[in-house]
């Protein structure tokens, strides 16, 4: 490897692994459901692999052209808003049942366990049907992507899918720290509370940005 090269390797590995940082790190349905398996200490490894792959893929995707091909598709991105939509009232409702269900206030140990398939088609679909995704890692990451020099687009992606395996595997992993706390069944409560209200809280905002397109 030129040795002038490393400089702008780093610096390439670096834009996209902060970016990636800036995007991901904040309160949604992905991280939320990331986050409350993890409390559960169940299926941890395989939804925190799927999330990371997902982001590796669709932010390749997006440096490799399909920010633009999204960016001149509003009907598309408005029916991805609209069916996004339709899962978070799904899921917001069944967090809220769980909540105000005597028998759902339980510890992890005790509540009824997602199979693997169950548990990663919920995460597909807090992955793949959340426009947001798509917005940030494919629209945004993407175009800052096709910025950089031909040589060094797959540095940017490299250190923009670090970032995602780091947080989703920190919130999975860590999420564990929490669990005295949630041995007690109110903090399930407040949490099923805080996840459901979340989810229709973005449900709403979604349709609101899909309403004017459809």
Known sequence: MPAHWQPM????????????????????AQNAFVLRQGIRKEHVA????????????LMGAGVAGLASVLGNAPVLVALLTAAGSGFLVWYGIRALRRASLPQSLRAAEG??????????????????????????TVLL???????????????????????????FTTLGY?????????????????????????????????IRQAAPVL
């Open 9 to 28: 390797l780093s610096s390439a590995f670096t834009t996209g692994f902060v970016l990636s940082a800036t995007l991901i790190v904040a309160i949604g």
């Open 46 to 57: 395989p939804i925190v692999a799927f999330c990371a792959l997902s982001d590796f893929i």
């Open 111 to 136: 509540t009824e366990p997602l199979s693997l398939g169950n548990a990663l088609a919920q995460a597909a679909g807090f992955t793949l049907l959340n426009p947001h995704v798509y917005l940030d």
């Open 141 to 167: 990451v993407g175009s800052i992507g096709t910025r950089q020099p031909p040589d060094m687009r797959v540095w940017f992606v490299g250190g923009a899918a670090c970032a995602s395996g780091v947080w």
């Open 174 to 206: 860590g999420a564990r720290l929490l669990a005295p706390i949630f041995a007690r069944p109110r903090a399930w409560q407040v949490l099923d509370t805080v996840v459901g209200l979340t989810m229709l809280t973005l449900a709403v905002l979604l």
